[in-house]
């Protein structure tokens, strides 16, 4: 008979953990006026197959602003903005008549107290721009960008989120 009550007690316990809603505090959206790398990026490997051209590895290694202040001026509030040394590498496959492709970036941004690592992807319709000889960069004229950077250290469970079926992209942060 106590053995009943125990299992009844047990099983009361568990029906009510698993259907009482978990209180978290939910992440603080703010919306982004400034983020980006502030460098310019090397020459990618590039070669032409068919009509598309691919360029591999352009890097930048440069520091990288993110600011939810107006105007996005660095060192007016500290506790607004955020600015350390990244690398960015980007990768693109475009097609030389229709100009439509996809831009790939892979971001690293290293901050004092922990950094942000993510990717964006951008797709849409590109001008290849060449500033030098055997130097080809993908430009996006229109389209979308998609992408998410996850924080550590400090940063954890904050993350960057660029969205948008335009340009300029929807910037968000969200703090914990």
């Known amino acids: 008979m106590k053995k009943k009550i125990i299992m009844a007690i047990v099983n009361v316990l568990a029906v009510a953990m698993l259907t009482t809603p978990v209180f978290a505090i939910p992440a603080e959206k703010i919306e982004l006026t400034a983020f980006a790398p502030m460098g310019p990026y ?14 591999r590895g352009a890097t930048c290694n440069a520091p990288t602003f993110i600011s939810w202040q107006i ?13 350390g040394p990244s690398q960015w590498i980007a990768d693109y496959d475009v097609n030389l008549e229709t100009g439509k492709g996809v831009l790939h970036y892979t971001v690293e941004i290293m901050l004092a107290d922990g950094t942000f690592k993510g990717t964006i992807s951008l797709n849409g319709t590109f001008t290849i721009l060449n500033p030098a000889p055997d130097v080809y960069y993908a430009n996006q004229l229109s389209g979308f960008r998609r992408g998410v950077l996850h924080g550590s250290g400090d940063y954890q469970g904050w993350k960057i989120v660029v969205t948008g079926d335009s340009l300029p992209p929807e910037l968000y942060i969200y703090k914990k």
Do not use: E, F, N
């Open 42 to 55: 090397s020459a990618p490997d590039y070669w032409i197959s068919g009509k598309i051209i691919h360029g």
């Open 71 to 83: 105007p996005p001026i660095p060192r007016t509030d500290p506790t607004k903005y955020l600015l």
